[in-house]
């Protein structure tokens, strides 16, 4: 019993507050709930990426990575249900969406593999997302940024009512 008080008092201790509501980044909910967020890359943009909260890795569409010339670091080997393919990693030397920014990487995919529509440059996965609290607020379509980083940089935390 007294793990479980010592629990709760450090959840309640280690809430985060919010930024500013003016730090909230709007965002578009389309089919399946997907949701696209205003990103810019390397200083250019806004793009419309899909946040996939899902996603191991963050990928943006060949045509956009040639376009911002991004630095080719690596091949993976990147399976999806329709096989396994061989595709570029490239360098994304800063990434920013709403307050947020930082660089990291990005695999390059043809455009007709992230979305049929074609209406979207790429998908924000947890590979940028995991160290970042937040929340998504469906109801006023926005994503809520909060002022620390997660402990350790990753990791999912249980935000008391």
Partial sequence: ??????????????????????????????????????VSLNGTGP???????????????????????????????VSTPAGDRERLVVQIDRFGVGPISGAGTATAVPAEELLPAGDIAGVLGQDLLAGLRYTIDY????????????????????ELP
């Avoid at 089919?31 to 696209?36: E, F, H, M, T």
């Avoid at 191991?56 to 993976?76: C, F, K, Q, T, Y």
């Avoid at 109801?139 to 249980?158: F, K, S």
């Fill in 1 to 38: 019993m007294r793990i479980w008080a010592v629990l709760v008092c450090v959840l309640v201790c280690c809430r985060s507050a919010p930024l500013p509501a003016d730090d909230a980044t709007p965002f578009r909910l389309i089919a399946q709930g997907g949701i696209l967020v205003p």
């Fill in 47 to 77: 793009f419309q990426m899909l946040l996939d909260t899902g996603a191991n890795h963050s990928s943006i569409s060949e045509e956009l990575a040639g376009a911002l010339n991004a630095a080719p670091v690596a091949r993976a080997l």
């Fill in 139 to 158: 109801e006023d379509r926005r994503i809520i940024w909060n002022d620390r980083r997660a402990p350790g940089g990753h990791g999912t935390i249980a």
